[in-house]
Nanobody
């Protein structure tokens, strides 16, 4: 299994970015997918989740600004990020969790596969 993120960069406050995560080796219907982020000296935080059946969930800090989606044909997970703020500055990771694994969607230790991360910096 391989997850490869792209799309990070530097953006001004109020701007938008779209992250992509291309996956290989996953059977689409067997996994939940999520985006996490980790700022310096902070714990990894779940920001968005996409269940195998299409349900979604978001952290309070990004709800209404971020949207998670996927292109099943291309095996790409997206995170559209709008109205970015300096507090969104972090390394962003996509992750995959087997649908049979229980636990909160935002618990990083329940995910089996991770990408290498892509950095987002939001300037004020």
């Amino acid at each position: 299994v391989q997850l490869v993120e792209s799309g990070g960069g530097l953006v001004q406050t109020g701007g938008s970015l779209r992250l992509s995560c291309r996956s290989s080796g996953l059977t689409g219907g067997d996994y939940h997918m999520a985006w996490f982020r980790q700022a310096p000296e902070k714990e990894r935080e779940g920001v968005a989740w996409l269940a195998w059946h299409g349900g979604t969930a978001y952290s309070d800090s990004v709800r209404g600004r971020f949207t998670i989606s996927r292109d099943n044909a291309e095996n790409i997970l997206y995170l559209q990020m709008n109205s970015l703020e300096p507090k969104d500055t972090a390394d962003y990771y996509c992750a995959a969790r087997r649908r049979t694994v229980s636990g909160r969607w935002s618990s990083a230790d329940t995910y089996q596969y991770w990408g290498q991360g892509t950095k987002i910096t939001v300037s004020s």
